[in-house]
């Protein structure tokens, strides 16, 4: 049955996203993100609903390709760095074979990345695919929620078989990253079933992260909540409703939960944590012998025999940062952070220049709660394998389009009301509310 429906709903946008490329886009971003077909049981667990959606893509682009334009931003031109320097640096890896083949997987995100950038052009193509990234995500937010609920806390909360968020600290991460999107959308909906939906989503995804038991997600949201409250123009008030969250949530989970994220103060007591550190050192040792660094696929006995502390002790990198080290050496690094921080930086030009009138004030939302969930990929991907995970370069994709749409004042040629399924805010005090911006 699941097998029927993944494949009828795939049928079904198909020829629209043939016509429009916007629409294949957010075909892509469910397939990619949430994984669907992992959830059946039959042929859909294998079928090649990625490549299609990324075919018709291609189609559509071609056939439109006078209506697109490329767009100009520091943050691409630091992405596009850093893709021909992984190019690079495979050519250099020390296995070859295996490195070849996640380049591939990787260009290919890369290629559907560039391509969501040139065809998301309208309010109603930006809001449209962050909903199909909020609800790909959430839906794991819902379902991992409840079962944390009913469970006690006592069983960690996983993510869908295959694919980059498959382990519960990657799911954790990705819960969190996705809530301040979910934040957004509730904001700017006009309907109030909308936003009270949104808002038992964020709560069910916030008690799902912890029902991962990441301490990364832990530090993720702690850092999160740590930058919403000192934007708050409220503080107080902010530290005292951002307290209750926090220990409402907390109630929910086990005393093996707290010893789980009190382990982060005694480390050296922990094998987990001591194993990460050895590949963290590891990663670093590779990058100081080789300049192009190891490539991918360096997680392997021979190279932790030659690298590692404890040649033993193996582990994956387990951090966004020591793995591209690892991997494309301190250029690679260098490029990995420079294109975040100007991710960042884009938000924050965004918050910045937007006019304060009703057709624009969602960007300067849409900047604030993007900036938010960059801070919980910067702290929790510290602790993650995550550095090629879709959903940060769809925020990345959101905030390039977002600033094209308002450097060519697109609101002068959208009608109003036409950014489906949200409209323009009907209270303007909106953007100093404290938990809001």
Known sequence: ??????????????????????????????????????????????????????????????????????????????????????????????????????????????????????????????????????????????KG????????????????????????????????????????????????????GLLAMMVLSAIAALGTQSRGAFLAISAMGMVLWTRSNKKFTSAVVISVVAVTLLSFMPSTWETRMRSIENYEQDSSAMGRINAWRMAFNLANDRFFGGGFEVYTPEIFSRYAPVPEDLHAAHSIYFQVLGEHGYIGLALFLLL??????????????????PETLWLHHLGGMCQVALVGYAVGGAFLSLSYFDLPYNILVVLVVSLRWLQERRWEAEAPGASTPSKP???????????QT
């Open 1 to 142: 049955m699941r097998d029927i429906l993944v494949l009828s709903i795939v049928l079904t946008i198909l020829p629209f996203a043939i016509r429009h490329t916007w629409v294949a886009v957010l075909l892509w971003t469910w397939v990619s993100v949430m994984n669907p077909h992992k959830l059946a049981f039959g042929f859909a667990q294998s079928a090649p609903f990625a490549a299609i959606a990324a075919i018709a893509a291609l189609v559509s682009l071609v056939a439109n390709r006078d209506r697109f334009k490329f767009p100009q931003s520091p943050a691409v031109v630091a992405l596009t760095l850093f893709v021909i320097w992984m190019c690079i640096t495979t050519i250099f890896a020390i296995n070859p074979g295996p490195s070849w083949t996640q380049l591939s997987k990787i260009l290919k995100i890369q290629l559907m990345t560039l391509i969501a950038m040139i065809a998301l052009r309208e309010r109603k193509h930006i809001e449209w695919f962050l909903w199909v990234n909020v609800l790909s995500i959430g839906f794991y937010g819902l």
């Open 425 to 435: 805010l009907r209270r303007m005090p909106v953007v100093g509310r404290s938990l």
């Open 340 to 357: 975040w921080l100007l991710a960042f930086k884009t938000a924050g030009s965004i918050r910045r220049d937007v006019p304060r009138r």
């Open 145 to 196: 929620g409840i079962f944390t609920i009913t469970s006690g806390g006592s069983q960690r909360v996983w993510g869908p078989p295959g694919g980059f968020i498959e382990g519960n600290n990657e799911i954790g991460l990705a819960l969190i990253m996705a809530i301040p999107l979910m934040n957004y959308l509730r904001v700017v909906s006009s309907y109030r079933w909308i936003r009270v």
